[in-house]
C-alpha cells in the first residue's frame, strides 16, 4: 500500500472508530444510535436554515485548524490557539464598538485588529520558544488562561461591570443579505470567504514563498536548516505569529459575524482545541484543514439537535471527536495494522 | 486587620486550595520521570471529581460518614483507568503524547458531563450531603502563632496530600523503585540493557498519575465545589502541571509551588477582603499563576530540566 493512501485512510478509519465509539457509549447509556446519528445528520443538514448555520459554524474551525497546522508545519504545536482567539475575539469586538467609520475602513481595520492580537498572543510563545528554549506548549496553555481572564476583565472595564460589549456597528460587521437570504436566513456571513481566502494564503505561503520554504524546513530538521544557513529563530517566531495571526482571525468571525459582541466568559469556547483535531485530521495541508473543519464544525452544530431529537445529550459528539484525536494520535498502530493486512493479502495471492 | 490576622485568614485558605493541587502535580512527577509527558492530568482529575461527587452522592446513606473517603478511592480508580488510555496511547502505540493528552482532556469532559446529563437530567449534578469536615488538631491548634495557621478548623485532606509528598519524594529517591523510574524517563535504552522493562515502568508510573490526579480531583469537588458541572475544574490540572514543572520535576518543589498557587488562587478569591490587596484589580491575582510559570520556565529561577527522554516513545532497538 501506498504512503500518501495509509496517510489518507489513517484518519478516514479513526472517524468511523469515533462514530463506532459515539454509537457503543449511546447503547450502553440506554440511547438509541440510530436515532442519535439521525438527529446528528438533520441537525447538519435538515433544511436551508440547518445548512447556513453548520457553514457558520465550519468558518470558525477553519481557521483555528489552519492556526495548529500552520504551526505544525514548522515544528511547534500551538496549544495557545484558543487564547488567540479569545484575544482576537475581544480585538474585534473592541474596535467594532469604539468608533463608527465607513464600512471600507471599519470592517478591515476590526477584522486587522483581531489578527494583531492573536499575533501578539502567538509572539510570547515564540519568542520564549526562540530565545529560552521554553517548550511552547506550557507557555501556549498559561497564555490561554491568561487570555480568558483579561480578556474578561477587558469586556467589564469596557461596558462599564457588564458582562457583553454593546452590539459592533453595523459598519464593522460580517453580515450578509444575500448569504441570509439564500439560506433561509441563517447566521450565516462572509466570513466564510474570508476563512477559505486564509486557506489559499496558507498554501501559498507554504508552497510559493521562500519564507514557507524555509519554516518546512525547520519543520523537518532544525539543525539542518540551522546549517543551511537559515535563521530558525527568527522562523520559529514567525511561525508563531503568523499561526496566532490565523487565531485571532477565526476569533473576529464570532466578534464580526456570528454575535457582533463579545461576552465575558467562564470557561474556553473549545474552538481552539478542536483546531489541534481539526489540523490532525487534515494531515496538516490546507486543503485537509478544509475536509477537517467541515467534519468537526457539522458535527459541533448537528450535536445541538441532538438533545431535542433524540434526547441524547450534545456531549457524546465531543466524546466522538476526542476519541477521533485519540485513534489519529495513534496513528501507529493503524498503520501497522494496515501494514500487515496489506502483507497478508500479497501472501494469499 | 493586623499582619497576623491577615496570616491566619490567608494560610490556612491557602493550603486548602493547595492540597487538590499537589496531588495530582505529583502524579505529573511520577508521569515524567518516567518520560511520558501528562498534558492529560486536567482530564483525569475531572473523571476524579467527576465519580468523587457521583459515588458521595450515591452511597451517601449507606456508608454515612466515611463516604468521601470511599469516594477518593472510587475516584482514584476511575482515573486510573483512564490513565490507561493513555498509556496504551503514548507508550505502546507511540503516539504523541501531547496529543494524546489533549485527547483525554476533551474525552474527560465530555464524558463526565454527558454521564451528568443522562444520570441527573440537567448540567449539574445536586450538592452533596456528606461533606470532609473541618476540625481543630487537638493540642497543636493551642499552640499560639502556629496552631491557628496550620492546625484550626483544617481538612484531613490537607495532611493526606502533604504526606504524600513526603511519600513520593522517598520513593522517587530512596528506592530501588524511583532509580528505575528515573533511569527510564532519562536514557531508556540504558534502562533496557540494564534488564529494566521500560514499557512495564512507564505504564505503572502513569498509573500512579492517573490515581493521584484522580484523588486530587475528588478532593477538589469535595471540600472546594461540593458539586460537579462543566465548570467544576477549570483549568486545575493545567495548573497542577505547572506547579510540577516550577518545581523542577521533584515531588517536593511541586508541593512547595503547589502551596504557592493555592496561595495564589486564595488570594484572588478571599483577598478582596484583605487591605491593600483588595485594590489590586482581581485579574491580576487571577493571571498570576500563570505569568509567573512562564517567568519560571523562562529560566529566570533558575534553570528546571526536564527528564531527559520525557515526551519520546522508546522503540526498542532503535539508537
Do not use: C
Request: neutral net charge; charged residues 10%.
Amino acid at each position: 500500500m501506498s504512503n500518501r493512501a495509509t496517510n489518507i485512510l489513517v484518519p478516514v478509519i479513526s472517524v468511523i472508530l469515533g462514530l463506532l465509539v459515539g454509537a457503543v457509549i449511546m447503547l450502553v447509556s440506554g440511547y438509541d444510535p440510530l436515532e442519535g446519528y439521525a438527529a446528528l445528520w438533520n441537525g447538519i443538514f435538515g433544511d436551508l436554515y440547518t445548512i447556513g448555520e453548520t457553514v457558520r459554524q465550519i468558518t470558525p474551525y477553519l481557521l483555528a485548524g489552519l492556526a495548529v497546522a500552520f504551526a505544525f508545519r514548522s515544528g511547534l504545536f500551538n496549544i495557545g490557539v484558543e487564547g488567540q482567539l479569545i484575544v482576537g475575539w475581544f480585538a474585534a469586538a473592541y474596535v467594532g464598538v469604539a468608533v463608527e467609520l465607513p464600512k471600507i475602513i471599519h470592517l478591515p481595520l476590526a477584522i486587522l485588529a483581531a489578527a494583531v492580537a492573536g499575533a501578539l498572543w502567538g509572539f510570547v510563545p515564540g519568542l520564549l520558544k526562540a530565545k529560552f528554549h521554553v517548550h511552547e506548549v506550557i507557555v501556549t496553555i498559561m497564555m490561554n488562561y491568561i487570555a480568558l481572564h483579561v480578556s474578561n476583565a477587558l469586556i467589564r472595564t469596557v461596558s462599564d461591570g457588564g458582562d457583553r460589549t454593546e452590539n459592533i456597528f453595523a459598519s464593522a460587521s460580517l453580515r450578509s443579505d444575500f448569504l441570509e437570504e439564500l439560506t433561509d436566513f441563517s447566521r450565516l456571513h462572509y466570513g466564510i470567504i474570508i476563512a477559505l481566502a486564509m486557506v489559499g494564503v496558507m498554501w501559498f505561503i507554504l508552497e510559493k514563498t521562500t519564507l514557507g520554504f524555509e519554516l518546512k524546513a525547520v519543520g523537518f530538521n532544525q539543525n539542518a536548516s540551522q546549517y543551511a544557513g537559515m535563521n530558525v529563530n527568527k522562523n520559529i517566531i514567525l511561525a508563531m505569529v503568523i499561526s496566532g495571526a490565523f487565531a485571532g482571525l477565526a476569533g473576529a468571525m464570532e466578534a464580526l459575524g456570528t454575535f457582533e459582541y463579545v461576552s465575558s466568559k467562564g470557561g474556553f469556547t473549545g474552538i481552539g482545541f478542536d483546531g489541534i483535531a481539526v489540523a490532525l485530521l487534515g494531515l496538516n495541508t490546507p486543503l485537509g484543514v478544509v475536509f477537517g473543519a467541515t467534519l468537526f464544525g457539522s458535527l459541533k452544530y448537528g450535536a445541538l439537535n441532538m438533545p431535542n431529537a433524540a434526547g441524547i445529550p450534545i456531549e457524546i459528539v465531543e466524546i466522538v471527536i476526542a476519541v477521533i484525536i485519540f485513534f489519529v494520535a495513534s496513528g501507529y498502530i493503524i498503520r501497522l495494522l494496515l501494514l500487515r493486512a496489506a502483507a497478508k493479502k500479497k501472501e494469499a495471492k | 486587620m493586623s499582619f497576623l490576622d491577615v496570616l491566619y485568614f490567608i494560610v490556612p485558605s491557602a493550603i486548602f486550595y493547595a492540597a487538590p493541587l499537589i496531588l495530582v502535580a505529583i502524579g505529573g512527577v511520577f508521569s515524567e520521570k518516567s518520560g511520558v509527558v501528562n498534558i492529560g492530568l486536567e482530564g483525569l482529575m475531572v473523571i476524579g471529581a467527576f465519580v468523587g461527587i457521583l459515588f458521595n452522592l450515591l452511597f451517601a446513606d449507606t456508608f454515612g460518614g466515611a463516604t468521601p473517603w470511599l469516594a477518593l478511592v472510587a475516584a482514584m480508580l476511575a482515573a486510573l483507568l483512564l490513565s490507561l488510555l493513555h498509556a496504551v496511547a503514548s507508550i505502546s502505540f507511540r503516539a504523541d503524547q501531547v496529543v494524546s493528552g489533549v485527547a483525554i482532556n476533551l474525552l474527560a469532559a465530555a464524558l463526565s458531563i454527558y454521564l451528568v446529563k443522562s444520570i441527573f437530567g440537567k448540567g449539574q449534578t445536586d450538592f452533596i450531603t456528606e461533606r470532609f469536615s473541618r476540625y481543630n488538631v487537638p493540642f497543636l491548634s493551642d499552640i499560639p502563632v502556629i496552631g491557628p495557621l496550620f492546625f484550626k478548623s483544617v481538612y484531613n485532606t490537607s495532611f493526606f496530600a502533604i504526606a504524600v509528598a513526603f511519600v513520593a519524594w522517598f520513593v522517587i529517591y530512596k528506592t530501588p523503585f524511583g532509580l528505575r523510574l528515573r533511569a527510564v524517563g532519562e536514557h531508556p535504552m540504558a534502562a533496557d540493557t540494564m534488564g529494566i522493562n521500560v514499557t512495564r515502568m512507564r505504564y505503572v508510573a502513569v498509573m500512579i498519575s492517573g490515581a493521584l490526579a484522580g484523588v486530587g480531583g475528588a478532593i477538589y469537588s469535595q471540600t472546594i465545589t461540593n458539586d460537579f458541572g462543566h465548570a467544576t475544574i477549570n483549568g486545575q490540572g493545567f495548573m497542577a502541571l505547572a506547579a510540577m514543572i516550577f518545581g523542577k520535576w521533584h515531588p517536593l518543589g511541586a508541593m512547595g509551588a503547589a502551596l504557592f498557587f493555592g496561595f495564589a488562587q486564595s488570594l484572588s478569591i478571599v483577598g478582596s477582603r484583605i487591605p491593600y490587596i483588595s485594590e489590586i484589580p482581581n485579574v491580576f491575582l487571577l493571571i498570576l499563576p500563570y505569568v509567573l510559570t512562564i517567568i519560571a520556565l523562562a529560566g529566570f529561577i533558575g534553570r528546571a530540566n526536564a527528564p531527559l527522554a520525557n515526551g519520546k516513545p522508546y522503540i526498542k532497538g532503535q539508537r
